[in-house]
Every structure is written in structure tokens, then in C-alpha cells.
């Protein structure tokens, strides 16, 4: 059972930056990474990192977010820049095993989501 808590949310003006953490509480070596979601909606895929080194963004937010891990700390960061009002949801951090058969990821676990607010 893997335990991941994010941090990091928080309010701020279009155009500026925050940092989201994720800690895990066991070393997670396959897949991780951020999904978003706002209220009445389905939830996005923001930024997948696999046990490769190979990440996945989101149309959205190519060129402006940076997901990265530390993988000696079990921490997983979104780096977010230029924020958009449409950025503007609850951000969840995720993890889980590379499927044998597809070789994909399975995101199995789910920490309890931080809010970000950009403002106009």
C-alpha cells in the first residue's frame, strides 16, 4: 500500500507560479504522477512520469509545467508556471505499477487532492 500526500496549493494571480509536492511513504519506481479535477468534472491527466524516465504532459500545459522525482526522497514535484485561471482545480497526485500486458501504467493510488485557485 503505497501513501501519497500533496502540498503546495494554494491561491494565486494569473501568470505566477506554485510547486506541488507529493511524498510518498514507500519508494514508488513505476509510475507517478498529477491529475487534475474540477468540481461536476471527469479528471485530467496533467503530467505522467514512468519508471523510464518517460513523461507525458498534457496539451494544456506543455511548455509551462515541469514534473519531476526525487527519487531518493520518494518525492514527486509539478512545477507550474505562467498559471492560467483555467488552471484552476483540485490537483491530485497519483501512483502505480507498469501493467505486464500493455505496458502501461495502472494508477492504483490516490492522495487526497490539493487545491489550486489562479485568480484573473
Known amino acids: 500500500q503505497v501513501q501519497l500526500v500533496e502540498s503546495g496549493g494554494g491561491s494565486v494571480q494569473a501568470g505566477g507560479s506554485l510547486r506541488l509536492s507529493c511524498a510518498a511513504s514507500?519508494?514508488?519506481?513505476?509510475?507517478m504522477g498529477w491529475f487534475r479535477q474540477a468540481p461536476g468534472k471527469g479528471r485530467e491527466s496533467v503530467a505522467t512520469i514512468d519508471r523510464d524516465g518517460n513523461i507525458n504532459y498534457a496539451d494544456s500545459v506543455k511548455g509551462r509545467f515541469t514534473i519531476s522525482k526525487d527519487n531518493a526522497k520518494n518525492i514527486l514535484y509539478l512545477q507550474m508556471n505562467s498559471l492560467k485561471p483555467e488552471d484552476t482545480d483540485v490537483y491530485y497526485c497519483?501512483?502505480?505499477?507498469?501493467?505486464?500486458?500493455?505496458?502501461?501504467?495502472?494508477?492504483?493510488?490516490w492522495g487526497q487532492g490539493t487545491q489550486v485557485t489562479v485568480s484573473s
Open positions: 514507500t519508494y514508488t519506481n513505476d509510475c
Open positions: 497519483a501512483a502505480g505499477p507498469v501493467l505486464s500486458v500493455s505496458g502501461n501504467c495502472f494508477f492504483a493510488y
